[in-house]
Nanobody, 124 residues
Framework: QVQLVESGGRLVQAGDSQRLSCEAS????????MGWFRQAPGKEREFVAIISRTGGTTDYADSVKDRFTVSRDNAKNTVFLQMSTLKPEDTAVYYCAASTRTTGSRYPNTYAFWGQGTQVTVSS
């Protein structure tokens, strides 16, 4: 069983950049495809980005495409979400999640393991 810990969330201004990290322990990260999701107050958890086990395949929500980049370093058991040109509507708690699927999924219920989340707040 893998444990996930997100970090890097903070208060930033619109237009700024920020990188989130998700560090895994308890199991090698290369066994899992990884997803990033976010949840704003009063809203459902939504898909942000996914990356396959090897990093060769990625996918993004339309709302973040061309602004966010997901990557992974399996040797360091860490997945990253580089966010640029942040907008106030990006404000949310961001979660990373691990799936045993090869390429990942946009659907939260396909992920067995979740981190505790990290808060990203973008001021206008």
């Amino acid at each position: 069983q893998v444990q996930l810990v997100e970090s890097g969330g903070r208060l930033v201004q619109a237009g700024d950049s920020q990188r989130l990290s998700c560090e895994a322990s308890g199991h090698t990260l290369s066994w899992y495809s990884m997803g990033w999701f976010r949840q704003a107050p009063g809203k459902e958890r939504e898909f942000v980005a996914i990356i396959s086990r090897t990093g060769g395949t990625t996918d993004y929500a339309d709302s973040v495409k061309d602004r966010f980049t997901v990557s992974r370093d399996n040797a360091k058991n860490t997945v990253f979400l580089q966010m640029s040109t942040l907008k106030p509507e990006d404000t949310a708690v961001y979660y990373c999640a691990a799936s045993t699927r090869t390429t990942g999924s946009r659907y939260p219920n396909t992920y067995a393991f979740w981190g505790q989340g990290t808060q990203v707040t973008v001021s206008s």
